[in-house]
């Protein structure tokens, strides 16, 4: 065991501190915000550091980066407004030359006087003017009159609305806001055309494509994205063949007649868990309904079935609340799952057990019922910048919620690493074949606790750079890091009080499988951050260890094989069947949703291209929901199945289970996917922008495949209905039962 912990251990350390360097370099690095952006020639200043700072915060306060995206983070309706810009302003740019030197449109010119004012317009784009002296950046006279055509453009949408934008009217009224969203918008749109000091890629790495200013994909992504796959196919081949030779060289256990976990003492505080799962399938509920919603208005613009919704819940909001309720339904089972086994892990209930989980359930209504209150304030702008910034929108994706209900969060992960850690420390003082196994639950419990906090690393006035370099801490650290792991000890932990494994076995197991998975993970974090105004470092680092990550992911057959074997062990199993079934169903999507299509959007080559379109939705949807989600659900089936031995009725979970994978899989290959490969095809051949163009999602063919989703979406719901019913019925029965 020695050798395993000493493997984990360098895992965490090396990567933490190679992940933490590309941060110290993102901070060095990033684009500058000058303190003034002046016209060459003349003292008139367009734009200063407060206006593109403020200019940050108005855009938060409207939804963020569920208003369309910035640098290719944020949502799929509106336009990515960097892309957008560049393109707009190289257009005006090129037609404004070509009628003062030639008396005609750009498209009109022959190729030999276009290649001309292309040229120039390249130099003028890409050439980086920021002064070090005083701060400032210098526009040209005709860039000023682009600027102007652009701000002009861009504040009739959010102050009249766009309906193929799903942006309403009166979105945003006020002519100082609207000015200074002007300002950032050209911010974020220099740093994607402006070339780094001393180098001929922009601070974006080239990013969006646009051929208009030679944004093309740079030597560096391309490189890394080979060796990325080079290194993918011969990691597989390792690990393979390790886990072949290894994986049946566990300690061999009794194969019980009976259930071991049939005649378990259950204690008060599991009984006041139940109560979470009553809650947990409301906000599953309303997460779906809001989803139907969202991606109706992809459809209708600002409709729902001719009814003006967005009036009262535009896109913004909807689909704020949608992927919000995703994390926190989530979430809270995996924390309800914690609390729900303590006892078992402990033997005993310690003090004040109940009056934690009541008080965290009572947080737990606040914090959804405020964030989601705090959000619609902020969106209709009800509050100033600062208040929203604290009470309302923050508007980056996967943690809208304000800062004032991320430390109301984090007060109560707190408490719930104290209440769980406690029970598992004292098991782990038993020193029995458990110590191992629980010591890798308690780090995983304490990590969860921590790494929220990362989510506060950055302040109001952070520049984008550093905010995503946090926020991805947070999304990917904690989610997708220490939850994982938190769930696979967990997994491992039930079968072996099951005695399907050894306990011994299950710690060493569940150890590796965390280093192998964290090797990879932690640094792997920085995939999200290859165009995101960060230096190359972050490709290379992202690039390798993120093809690492999908590594493990690819082994997930062979737990499909093993699972399901369990079933035919012995009939007392058959009580855990569902539970199981779930288990499977995340390993398949963890194979499929996580594995395939991660790494679809994983190297730089294809992220260039597709970042921000479709084919991240499929991702999305199948690695969140397929694995995450899954994963919670089979985690609420586990704890009602152990607390009670009511009969369940199987035809009802039966079609929960298959609703949902069917739903699932019809929702991708009849909708996402044929999109996301039109928008792929469109973003390589033509530029980004013309991939979210409303010119290509609301032609025809485009259009139907996205009412094609809603027979996807119809299955998918009835599994909805039925998981949601199935588990409010036996956990109000559970309830009534006595101890």
């Known amino acids: 065991m020695r050798k395993i912990w000493t493997g984990f251990i360098a ?29 060459k020639g003349s003292n008139e200043t367009i734009y200063t550091k407060k206006d593109i700072q403020d200019g940050q915060n108005v855009w938060e306060s409207i939804g963020g980066m569920e208003v369309g995206s910035i640098w290719g983070h944020g949502s799929y309706v509106a336009p990515d407004w960097t892309a957008d810009w560049i393109h707009k302003e190289a257009v005006y740019l090129l ?119 030679n944004n093309t994909i740079t030597p560096d992504s391309q490189l890394w994205s080979g060796f990325s796959i080079i290194l993918l196919l011969l990691f597989i081949g390792v690990l393979t063949y390790y886990y072949i030779r290894n994986h049946e060289k566990g300690e061999a256990v009794t194969n019980p007649n009976n259930d071991p976990l049939l005649d378990l003492k259950l204690v008060r505080s599991q009984k006041a868990v139940l109560k979470y799962f009553l809650v947990i399938s409301l906000l599953i509920v309303l997460q779906v309904v809001l989803g139907i919603v969202t991606v109706h208005y992809t459809v209708e613009g600002q409709a729902f079935f001719g009814f ?164 991805w801490w947070l999304v990917h650290l904690w989610v997708e890091g220490f939850f994982e792991v938190f769930a696979t000890v967990i997994i491992a932990y039930i079968f072996s009080r099951m005695k399907i494994i050894s306990t011994k076995t299950a710690g060493k197991t569940a150890i590796a499988s965390a280093t192998i998975f964290l090797a990879g993970g932690i640094i792997g974090t920085l995939h999200h951050l290859y165009y995101s105004g960060t230096p190359v470092q972050a490709i290379a680092l992202g690039a390798t260890f993120s093809a690492l990550e999908v590594v493990p992911l690819t082994l997930m057959g062979f737990e499909i094989r093993e699972n ?65 989600g899954m994963l919670g659900m089979g985690f609420i089936l586990i704890c009602l199945r152990l607390y009670s031995n009511i009969f369940w009725n199987e035809k009802l979970i039966k079609n929960a289970f298959w609703f949902l994978n069917g739903g699932l899989v019809l929702m991708v290959v009849l909708s996402l996917l044929p999109v996301g490969i039109i928008q792929v095809y469109t973003s390589i051949t033509k530029g980004y922008s013309f991939a979210r163009d409303p010119e290509l999602l609301y032609n025809p063919t485009v259009q139907t495949l996205k009412w094609m989703r809603m027979i996807g979406d119809i299955v998918f719901s009835l599994g909805i209905v039925c998981f949601c019913w199935f588990v409010v019925r036996t956990t109000i029965n559970a309830i009534k039962q006595k101890l």
């Open 95 to 213: 037609n404004y030359w070509a009628k003062k030197d030639f008396n005609t449109n750009y498209d009109a010119l022959d190729e030999e006087n276009k290649a001309a004012l292309k040229a120039r317009l390249v130099k003028d784009i890409r050439t980086n003017t920021f002064n070090e002296k005083d701060q400032s950046i210098t526009v040209s006279k005709e860039r000023k009159e682009a600027i102007e055509a652009n701000s002009a453009y861009y504040a009739n949408i959010f102050s009249k609305g766009h309906e193929k934008y799903a942006i309403p009217k009166g979105a945003l009224t006020d002519t100082e806001k609207l000015a200074k969203l002007n300002a950032f918008l050209f911010w974020t749109s220099w740093a994607a055309s402006t070339e780094r000091p001393n180098q001929d890629y922009t601070y974006t790495s080239n990013w969006p494509h646009e051929p208009l200013i």
């Open 11 to 39: 895992v965490v350390v090396l990567s933490f501190i190679a992940l933490i360097w590309v941060g110290t370099e993102i901070y060095q690095t990033q684009p500058p915000i000058p303190e003034t952006v002046k016209v």
């Open 564 to 628: 399901w074997n369990l079933l035919k062990k012995n009939a007392w199993i058959q009580r855990y069947k569902w539970p199981i079934f779930f288990f499977i169903a995340v390993a398949f999507w963890n194979m499929v949703g996580a594995g395939v299509f991660g790494f679809l959007i994983n190297p730089p080559i294809a992220l260039y291209y597709i970042q921000g379109l479709n084919t991240t939705a499929v991702h999305a949807h199948t690695a969140l929901f397929g694995v995450y």
């Open 308 to 471: 003006n919704l967005s009036e009262y819940l535009p896109y913004s909001i909807s689909r704020t609340w949608h992927t919000q309720l995703a994390v926190f339904w989530i979430a809270a089972t995996w924390l309800a799952t914690g609390l729900f086994l303590a006892p078992i892990i402990s033997g005993k209930e310690m003090k004040y057990q109940v009056f934690g989980i009541n008080f965290l359930f009572i947080a737990l209504l606040i914090i959804v019922l405020g964030s989601m209150l705090g959000e619609w304030l902020g969106v209709h702008q009800f509050l100033d910048l600062t208040t929203n910034f604290f009470f309302g929108h923050q508007g980056y994706e996967y943690m809208d919620l304000g800062r004032f209900w991320q430390i109301f969060l984090g007060i109560g992960l707190i408490l719930w690493v104290v209440m769980v850690g406690r029970h598992v420390l004292y098991g782990i003082r038993k020193k029995d074949d458990s110590k191992h196994l629980l010591t890798i639950l308690l780090i995983a419990v304490v990590a969860i606790g921590m790494f929220f906090f990362s989510g506060l690393m950055y302040g109001e006035n952070s520049s984008l750079p550093v905010i995503n370099y946090w926020r």
